[in-house]
């Protein structure tokens, strides 16, 4: 079931996004990362259920964009499975009655400051001068040190170093 009606609303577009580029990115790495990583995703209704175990960041251990407890039941009962903190990801005052009683049911608690998806119109916004930011797009030979970037930018282990070069030159992504 894939349509979106009032009895099943879709994640929101931003929610969808992101749901979209974490399962692009695990396809990305597939085979690329050691077994021993467990790097697991499946893409459902529109979200996803991400598991990385060695990843710290809430962002890849978690259930996101699910609007219906029935894929909420799914994806629960697929993430207890896993090694790891786990995560839902949930705007719980927008969240319809039936996916609060649901997190209720199961006993979730709210976790420190949440994931915040911040939107704003291009036009909202001066772009800083071109000397005061120097930014290039990454070569696809260069992908390795990107990688290597990200991990220690955002405190990763260095064995997600393959993860992160993965979507270097990748259609749909631009790294800098």
Known sequence: MDSCSSDYPCPTKED????????????????QLADEERFECISMN????????SAP???????????????????????????GKRFLQVNTDAAPDEVRRWIQSKGLITYGPGWAKLRRTTDAVSLPSAAAVKTRKV?????????A???????????LTVLWAAIVGRDGWSCF
């Open 149 to 159: 970037m990200m991990c220690a930018g955002f405190g990763f282990p260095e064995s």
């Open 139 to 147: 070569r696809p030979d260069e992908a390795q040190v990107f990688g």
């Open 16 to 31: 969808a996004i992101e749901a979209k580029a974490f399962i692009d990115l695990h396809n990305a790495a597939r085979g």
């Open 46 to 53: 529109g979200g996803c259920t991400i598991s990385l175990p």
């Open 57 to 83: 960041a809430i962002g890849l251990n978690r259930i996101l964009g699910l609007t219906d407890s029935e894929d909420l039941d799914e994806a629960y009962n697929w993430m207890r499975q896993r090694l």
